[in-house]
């Protein structure tokens, strides 16, 4: 069983839509990491969160540390959020050296 | 901006071959790591270093080693490459113990798609 599950796999949306993608994981951690993938392979980091929530743009990052999930939420969506998104978490303690990652959810955003 | 830069974008070997994938970082950064993704796999680590001349092992280092002789360097070396290698290989870097300081943002390189015929 992987110790970081993302749902869903793959989300198709309307442009201006609100997404909602979901990561859950299984040991305890001290933060967790939300990155981005666009086609042709660079990985950007958006957010990295120990409690509560975080926002940057139409981007929200929210993490509950006792029900061991958070979620990433694009408001009004666009065709330039399609991406893998990818959610990581250290499950080796303190430091972060060592990431677990979610195999992602691709979300295609259709005009 | 931190920048980290693989030295190879696309690269294409033979089986037998000896493979090197180079990464540079230019923020000073102590760890940098080095992770291959796969279809359905996910990233998976290879290997990471926290200083110069330190390594460890990850999740799959079997058929690679690294090298760090300069803080901003890390090498991945197949040292005798296997279709099973073929993958995209990705580089990254973070400050040490960041994430208990809020700074443990992991900055990617591009990835170098490497294919072993």
């Known amino acids: 069983k992987n110790e970081v599950e993302q749902s869903p796999q793959n989300l198709t949306a309307q442009e201006g839509e609100f997404i909602t993608i979901n990561c859950s994981y299984s040991?305890?951690?001290?933060?967790l990491h939300w990155l981005q993938q666009h086609p042709g392979g660079g990985i950007v980091s958006l957010f990295m969160l120990s409690s509560g929530k975080k926002k940057h743009g139409r981007l929200i990052a929210t993490i509950n540390i006792q029900e061991k999930h958070s979620s990433l939420h694009i408001t009004a969506s666009h065709p330039r959020d399609s991406a893998v998104y990818i959610c990581?978490?250290?499950?080796?303690?303190?430091?972060?050296?060592?990431?677990?990652f979610g195999t992602g959810t691709r979300l295609t955003i259709i005009p | 901006d931190v920048k980290v830069t693989q030295s190879s974008r696309y690269l294409v070997k033979r089986t037998g071959e000896k493979v090197f994938l180079e990464c540079v970082q230019d923020?000073?950064?102590?760890?940098m790591f080095w992770y291959r993704q796969d279809p359905g796999l996910g990233l998976r680590l290879i290997y990471f270093?926290?200083?110069?001349?330190?390594?460890e092992k990850g999740d799959i280092p079997e058929g690679y080693s690294v090298s760090r002789e300069k803080k901003e360097r890390f090498s991945l070396i197949l040292e005798s490459a296997s279709t099973n290698q073929t993958s995209m290989y990705l580089c990254?870097?973070?400050?040490?113990?960041?994430?208990?300081?809020?700074?443990?943002?992991?900055?990617f390189g591009e990835g170098s798609r490497l294919t072993v015929l």
């Open positions: 040991v305890g951690i001290s933060a």
């Open positions: 923020m000073d950064h102590e760890n």
């Open positions: 990581a978490v250290p499950i080796y303690g303190f430091l972060n050296e060592k990431l677990t």
């Open positions: 990254a870097s973070s400050l040490r113990g960041g994430s208990a300081r809020g700074t443990g943002e992991l900055f």
């Open positions: 270093s926290y200083d110069v001349k330190m390594k």
